[in-house]
């Protein structure tokens, strides 16, 4: 099924936000895109803020209400970790273009959603810290500082777009299997 003209919009948009950078891409860039006249895309959409937005608040609460499930559920320190890792690779692996805009034009999002946006990464991250801290005095994890433990996981879920399709041996079955095992248990 073809995606609707919003949807096709906000995808195209990705892709240039990821290939120039938000700040570069005008609508014209986005139109020229695809392949209609700047006009036409006021049809649809209000702005290239309004793109963002839809871009990043939805990436955003896919990974808020997910993790908040995830912590809610009755697994392990261990399981919740590697579902968190999964959800990183799904979303990776969907729309790399998307966390592209995510991670790096956030700071472009009109107020209320900035602020909303904020807001939501702060939850997430607290409750992030919150499975790797109820670990850790589980004895599941070993007694390392929460927040270095935390940094360096979401360092590497966070950045998963940039390495995601740029090498063959880097597929989607590989990251499933490979990540989460890396990333819990190390290479030692």
């Known amino acids: 099924m073809k995606p609707d003209r919003k949807t096709e919009i906000i ?6 936000f990821k290939e120039k950078g938000y700040s ?9 895109a695809m392949h209609i006249k700047a006009a036409s895309l006021y049809n649809h959409i209000k ?12 990436i955003a609460e896919e990974y808020t209400h997910t993790i908040s499930d995830i912590v809610a559920s009755d697994q ?13 690779i799904d979303i990776t692996v969907r729309n790399p273009e998307a966390l592209a805009s995510l991670n ?4 472009h999002l009109p107020p209320a959603e900035l602020a909303y946006f904020l807001k939501m990464r702060e939850e997430y991250e607290e409750m992030f810290r919150s499975i790797i801290k109820k670990g850790i005095a589980d004895g599941e994890f070993k007694k390392q500082n929460p927040e270095v433990i935390i940094f ?13 399709g740029k090498k063959k ?14 990333l819990l248990r190390g290479i030692v």
């Open 47 to 58: 702005s290239k803020h309004e793109i963002l937005s839809l871009i990043v608040i939805a």
């Open 11 to 16: 995808n195209i948009s990705a892709i240039l």
């Open 76 to 88: 392990t320190a261990v399981q919740k970790l590697e579902k968190v890792i999964q959800l990183h």
């Open 104 to 107: 790096n034009d956030w700071m």
């Open 152 to 164: 360096s996981m979401l360092s590497t879920l966070r950045t998963l777009y940039l390495w995601y």
């Open 169 to 182: 041996d880097f597929t989607p079955k590989i990251l499933k299997e490979n990540l989460p095992e890396i």
């Open 24 to 32: 570069a891409v005008t609508m014209r860039d986005i139109a020229q």
